[in-house]
């Protein structure tokens, strides 16, 4: 069947869409979504139907209009990155959600008796992902820059009894940009009697720049430290322009839920079974326009670092609260009155806001947003 074009006012309504998301981009500091890639070698493909159906790293398919070879690529080079054991498993999932509820659903099949436990700083798909997984959970308070508080996660796990225990590990808090520490958390695991434990860490933002710019801090939450499973999404840097991400896994643990399928010829060990053919080519090139450009793309990602504490002093200098946590590019700061979240589609929660300075946030646009906040504070502009 050949798509109907449009009629003049259905064109003439997208294009009044399309140049309303330009004019938005000006203004787009307060979530994580590049909007620097350069995806035409990749656009031929959205001619194609393709479906990644079924565990990439099984038996070929019937479906030839699919791109796992790309897809192991992906989960190959960052299975390297985080130093994942020898017998590893993992997919392109459609984003930072459906890898934390992946790693939650393996940890579930190999503790079914577990609690699972994560701060109060977690995103919101971590206890929406327990409540459909039906897994009993518990929140932990977190400190007032969002790590989650460390003695109050051992008093929790001193009450609870049994040795089974699930621990999502933040590796950048949503709002507050915040790093729990791994080793602590496995320490505290040992010291109150959880042998049979499992690790999630969500590095939805986090983890893929991280993985270019600090091994040092890398190396503080990939499976070196014995954790389970890890999840990042691909287009909150790099601005890829679908939603995706990408899981990491123990095979031991995706073996547990595979399934053949004798309808895709396959074996399924993945949460949606159809998945999207073009999200693997898209995280594929990105890696490999990455790999062409490793220094330019890691120096972008230090100057982005760089800016967010530049950021935080000025605005900090208008006697607004405001901070910057370790290793982290988003600037926390005290919810601006007026107008400034809306326009400028900052985050907020309680009492804060946070922008996020990426590689596409220009100088330019940082002058104007902090000239904005000088002029609500009543100060002199901080542009010069």
């Known amino acids: 069947m050949t798509a109907l074009l449009p009629d003049c006012k259905d064109r003439a309504r997208l294009d ?41 790293f099984g038996v070929a398919t019937p479906n030839r209009l699919n791109t796992h070879p790309f897809e192991r690529e992906v989960i190959e080079h960052y299975a390297d990155t985080f130093h994942a054991p020898e017998n590893f498993s993992g997919y392109v999932t459609g984003g930072g959600s459906e890898g934390n509820l992946y790693g939650m659903y393996l940890a579930r099949e190999k503790y079914p008796r577990a609690t699972i ?4 700083q977690s995103h919101y798909s971590i206890e929406k992902n327990a409540r459909l997984l039906k897994i009993p959970y518990t929140k932990i ?97 790099s601005g890829l ?8 896994v123990k095979k031991e643990n995706a073996d547990r839920i595979a399934k053949a399928i004798e309808y895709i010829g396959a074996s399924d060990n993945t949460i949606t079974g159809s998945r999207s053919g073009i999200a693997p080519l898209l995280l594929w090139y990105d890696l490999r326009c990455i790999a062409a450009n490793r220094a330019l793309v890691k120096q972008q990602y230090l100057d982005c670092y ?3 504490q530049s950021v935080s002093l ?28 809306e326009r400028w589609q900052l985050a907020t929660e309680g009492k804060w806001s946070h922008l996020m300075v990426l590689p ?24 010069s």
């Open 314 to 341: 000025q605005i900090a200098a208008l006697g607004v609260e405001s901070f910057v946590n370790e290793h982290s590019n988003i600037v926390v700061f005290e919810k601006p009155p007026n107008d400034i979240p």
């Open 141 to 237: 308070a977190s400190s007032e820059k969002g790590q989650i508080d460390y003695a109050a996660l051992a008093e929790q796990l001193r009450r609870d009894p049994g040795s089974e225990a699930i621990v999502v590990a933040n590796i950048g808090t949503t709002m507050l940009g915040a790093i729990d520490h791994v080793p602590k958390i496995l320490d505290i695991l040992d010291d109150t009697g959880k042998t049979d434990h499992a690790i999630h860490c969500d590095a939805a933002f986090f983890g893929i720049p991280l993985s270019l710019i600090d091994a040092e801090v890398c190396a503080d939450f990939d499976f070196h430290q014995a954790i389970d499973s890890i999840a990042c999404s691909g287009h909150k840097t």
């Open 360 to 383: 596409h946030v220009t100088d330019a646009v940082l002058v104007r947003f902090l000239d904005e906040m000088a002029a609500t504070a009543g100060t002199l502009s901080v542009s």
């Open 241 to 248: 322009p679908i939603p995706c991400g990408f899981v990491i």
């Open 16 to 56: 009044a869409l399309f140049a309303s998301f330009l004019a938005a981009k000006e203004h787009a500091i307060g979530y994580p979504s590049g909007s620097y890639f350069d995806n035409r070698p990749i656009r031929q493909f959205l001619e194609l139907s393709l479906n990644n159906a079924g565990d990439p």
């Open 117 to 120: 436990y994560f701060s109060d």
């Open 306 to 308: 760089e800016k967010a």
